[in-house]
Nanobody
Framework: VLLQASGGGLVQAGGSRRLSCVVSMLTFHAYRMGWFRQAPGKEREFVATISRSGDSTYYADSVKGRFTISRDNDKNTVYLQMNSLKPEDTAVYYC??????????????????WGQGTQVTVSS
C-alpha cells in the first residue's frame, strides 16, 4: 500500500495551497481518508477526514472554514485545499487511510495506513 502526498511548499500568510495524496494498491473507496499534521516539537494532530463516499467531512476547529477535504474515488486521490493560511499552519502534512468510523481518525487511534508527509511552510 502506498500513499503519496504532494503539494507542499512555501506560501505567504493569507495564501492558499492544495495538497494531494494518491493511493495505490488499496481499495480506495473502501477507506475513510484523513489529513494530519505535525509541527516541530509537537505531536501529530488531526486536521480533517472524509467518508468513503465523500458525503461526510469533519474538521479540527483550528482549520474549520479555511480548509476543505475532498476525494476523487476514480483517481484514488484525496485532496486538502488550504486557504487563508497562517504561520501556525506550518507543519509536515500526512494523509492517512483507515476503514473505521471517523472517531478512529479524530482520536489518532492506530491508523491503518500513513503517507510519507509533505512540508508546508507559511511565512508571515
Amino acid at each position: 500500500v502506498l500513499l503519496q502526498a504532494s503539494g507542499g511548499g512555501l506560501v505567504q500568510a493569507g495564501g492558499s495551497r492544495r495538497l494531494s495524496c494518491v493511493v495505490s494498491m488499496l481499495t480506495f473507496h473502501a477507506y475513510r481518508m484523513g489529513w494530519f499534521r505535525q509541527a516541530p516539537g509537537k505531536e501529530r494532530e488531526f486536521v480533517a477526514t472524509i467518508s468513503r463516499s465523500g458525503d461526510s467531512t469533519y474538521y479540527a476547529d483550528s482549520v474549520k472554514g479555511r480548509f476543505t477535504i475532498s476525494r476523487d474515488n476514480d483517481k484514488n486521490t484525496v485532496y486538502l485545499q488550504m486557504n487563508s493560511l497562517k504561520p501556525e499552519d506550518t507543519a509536515v502534512y500526512y494523509c492517512a487511510a483507515d476503514p473505521r468510523p471517523a472517531q478512529a481518525m479524530t482520536g489518532l487511534k492506530s491508523i491503518r495506513y500513513w503517507g510519507q508527509g509533505t512540508q508546508v511552510t507559511v511565512s508571515s
